[in-house]
């Protein structure tokens, strides 16, 4: 896999890849990511043709899956790993 290009944006790392043919794109926060496989479509095969794909629509919809992501790993390590109460903080006298 190799990387052909990147996608700007102030927010996202957005890479695209080539893997014998096929193309990919992956969206990346500090914690997270996304990827999709575009397949061996010609229309995907140039980053000029990935950029049509994300657009505002699909950046936004990119977004919200991060937040459930987030939200999702949070419940589950409160699951996981509950605080008890006064677990921070020492008694002081």
């Given at each position: 896999m190799r990387i052909i290009g990147n996608i700007e944006?102030?927010?996202l790392k957005i890479s695209v890849f080539k893997n014998e043919g096929r193309t990919?794109?992956?969206f990346e926060t500090?914690?997270?990511?996304?990827?999709f496989k575009l397949?061996?479509?010609e229309r995907f095969s140039t980053v000029?043709?990935?950029q049509q794909i994300v657009d505002g629509p699909m950046?936004?919809?990119i977004l919200h899956g991060f937040r459930v992501?987030?939200?999702t790993r949070l419940e589950s390590m409160a699951r996981a790993?509950?605080?008890q109460v006064g677990e921070f903080f020492e008694e002081i006298i």
């Open positions: 944006h102030p927010g990919s794109v992956k500090s914690l997270y990511e996304q990827t397949g061996d479509d000029e043709g990935v950046i936004e919809q992501m987030h939200s790993f509950p605080i």
